[in-house]
């Protein structure tokens, strides 16, 4: 019983980067109507940056964090402004392909700056953790359950009582009926873009410091993230949050009692039983057709 309360907790936290990660691909496809296939990277670019201005420039970890965020609202603004925004009025397949070109630029990129060798972010607390009856809380996954935590708080009370969050979700149904409305479809699309690279990379920085910042951690976040979206029913928010929380303990008991080394399969064997038993995900609904 003590290990299954510890896998959950580590899962739990695993999970939540899922969900964060998550976020970001439904709201841009609730908006847009495409995937982004470059969410991932905001993860890994964020936690590259944090390590230029925590480790190799050494300027406090506060200050880092800020302008890690700040460049990745400015990167959101840069990827709606050259990567989907010239292809908006074109099919969804041609956007799709772009946001795989600029993920495959945004990795090569960074590899060609900081070079291949992973790069170790030291944790925010000094005190590695505690003890809670049997159980080790560590404190970076402490850390990561609460920002969560604060974040899907956040973004419920901005969507749901607010009114840039009301012409959101407006955007997000309808963009020909809210830009009749005189909703600024353009600028609420912008702002999607930037809220959810900076929930990329707030989930790169929050798991920077348990798993090694590398160019490939952004792929193996996103690959997760996606197979969380689709199981807990695509373009659903709530769905994506559950599939996070629910494929990062899947992965942390399957790594524990199976195996170690194919833990990274565990996601995809999930998402494969889903499609084939339901490809509507948990929350999503099935689509009837007419003849």
Same mark, same amino acid.
């Given at each position: 019983m003590?290990?299954?309360?510890?896998?959950?907790?580590?899962?739990?936290? =695993? /999970? !939540?980067?899922? !969900?964060?990660v998550?976020? %970001?691909?439904?709201?841009?496809?609730?908006? &847009?109507? @495409? @995937?982004?296939?470059?969410?991932?990277?905001?993860?890994?670019?964020? #936690?590259?940056?944090?390590?230029?201005?925590?480790?190799?420039?050494q300027?406090p970890?506060?200050?880092?964090?800020?302008?890690? =965020?700040?460049g990745?609202?400015?990167?959101?603004a840069?990827?709606?402004? /050259?990567?989907?925004y010239?292809?908006?009025?074109? *099919?969804?397949?041609?956007?799709?392909?772009?946001?795989i070109?600029?993920s495959?630029?945004?990795?090569n *990129?960074?590899?060609a700056?900081? %070079?291949?060798?992973?790069?170790?972010?030291?944790?925010?607390?000094?005190?590695?953790?505690?003890l809670?009856?049997?159980?080790f809380?560590?404190?970076?996954?402490?850390l =990561?359950?609460?920002?969560t935590?604060?974040?899907? !708080?956040?973004?419920?009370?901005?969507?749901?009582?607010?009114?840039?969050?009301k012409?959101?979700?407006?955007?997000?149904?309808?963009?020909?009926?809210?830009?009749?409305?005189?909703i600024?479809?353009?600028?609420?699309?912008?702002? *999607?873009?930037?809220?959810?690279a900076?929930?990329g990379?707030i989930?790169?920085?929050?798991? #920077?410091?348990?798993?090694?910042?590398?160019i490939?951690?952004g792929? &193996?976040?996103?690959l997760?993230a996606?197979?969380?979206? =689709?199981?807990?029913? $695509?373009?659903?928010? *709530?769905?994506?949050?559950?599939?996070?929380?629910?494929? /990062?303990?899947?992965?942390? $008991?399957g790594?524990?009692?199976?195996?170690?080394?194919?833990?990274?399969?565990? #996601?995809?064997?999930?998402?494969?039983?889903?499609?084939?038993?339901?490809?509507?995900g948990?929350?999503?609904?099935?689509?009837?057709?007419?003849?």
């Open positions: 003590d290990l299954i309360l510890q896998l959950l907790f580590t899962g739990i936290g =695993i /999970g !939540a980067v899922y !969900a964060l998550a976020l %970001g691909f439904v709201l841009i496809f609730r908006a &847009t109507n @495409v @995937v982004n296939f470059a969410q991932g990277e905001f993860s890994m670019v964020a #936690a590259f940056l944090m390590v230029v201005f925590a480790v190799d420039l300027w970890y506060w200050l880092s964090f800020l302008l890690a =965020i700040g990745m609202a400015l990167l959101g840069l990827f709606n402004l /050259g990567v989907y010239p292809l908006r009025h074109r *099919t969804y397949l041609p956007v799709i392909i772009s946001t070109g600029a495959i630029f945004l990795a *990129t960074t590899l700056l900081y %070079g291949p060798q992973p790069q170790v972010l030291p944790p925010v607390f000094e005190t590695q953790g505690f809670v009856g049997p159980v809380l560590d404190t970076q996954y402490l =990561i359950i609460a920002v935590a604060v974040l899907v !708080a956040f973004q419920y009370w901005f969507f749901e009582h607010t009114l840039i969050g012409k959101l979700q407006a955007t997000s149904q309808d963009k020909e009926m809210a830009a009749l409305l005189g600024p479809v353009a600028g609420m699309i912008m702002l *999607t873009f930037v809220y959810s900076v929930l990379g989930a790169g920085i929050l798991v #920077a410091p348990v798993l090694f910042v590398s490939q951690m792929a &193996t976040i996103a997760k996606f197979a969380a979206t =689709i199981i807990g029913g $695509f373009g659903d928010v *709530t769905g994506a949050i559950i599939g996070g929380l629910a494929l /990062g303990i899947i992965e942390t $008991f790594a524990a009692y199976i195996s170690v080394p194919y833990k990274d399969a565990f #996601a995809f064997i999930v998402l494969v039983a889903f499609l084939a038993l339901r490809p509507q948990i929350f999503g609904e099935r689509i009837a057709e007419k003849a």
